[in-house]
Nanobody, 123 residues
Framework: EVQLVESGGGLVQAGGSLRLSCEYSGFTFDSYAIGWFRQAPGKEREGVAYISSSDGRTYSPDSVKGRFTISNDNAKNTVYLRMNSLKPEDTAVYYC????????????????WGQGTQVTVSS
C-alpha cells in the first residue's frame, strides 16, 4: 500500500518559515517524482516544488523560487518542503504526491497523494 503522510503545517505570521514533511512508503518505482502541491479556496491546484529521484533535480515555479526548497532524504523516505518568507497568499492545504517516472508539471498525472496539511499565513 502506497502511503504519503504530510506534517508540519500550522499557523505562521507573514515573513515566517515552516518546514513540511512528507513520509512516503509502499512503492518501489525504478524512478519517481515527488511534488508538493497546494490548494486554496477559489484557486487552482498549483505545484510549488518537484524533485526527481533519478537525478535529484528540483523544480519550482517562479512564484516560490527562492523561497521554497524541496529536498529528499532517501534514507528516511521523507521529502521536505522548506518555506521561507511566507506570504498570506501562500495559505492553502499542502499535499505531497508521487508518480512513477520523471517530473511532470501537471498534478493530474501524479498517482498517489497524501492527506494534506494546512498552512495558514496571517498578516
Amino acid at each position: 500500500e502506497v502511503q504519503l503522510v504530510e506534517s508540519g503545517g500550522g499557523l505562521v505570521q507573514a515573513g515566517g518559515s515552516l518546514r513540511l514533511s512528507c513520509e512516503y512508503s509502499g512503492f518501489t518505482f525504478d524512478s519517481y517524482a515527488i511534488g508538493w502541491f497546494r490548494q486554496a479556496p477559489g484557486k487552482e491546484r498549483e505545484g510549488v516544488a518537484y524533485i526527481s529521484s533519478s537525478d535529484g533535480r528540483t523544480y519550482s515555479p517562479d512564484s516560490v523560487k527562492g523561497r521554497f526548497t524541496i529536498s529528499n532524504d532517501n534514507a528516511k523516505n521523507t521529502v521536505y518542503l522548506r518555506m521561507n518568507s511566507l506570504k498570506p497568499e501562500d495559505t492553502a492545504v499542502y499535499y505531497c504526491a508521487v508518480r512513477a517516472g520523471g517530473v511532470a508539471w501537471f498534478w493530474g498525472v501524479y498517482d498517489y497523494w497524501g492527506q494534506g496539511t494546512q498552512v495558514t499565513v496571517s498578516s
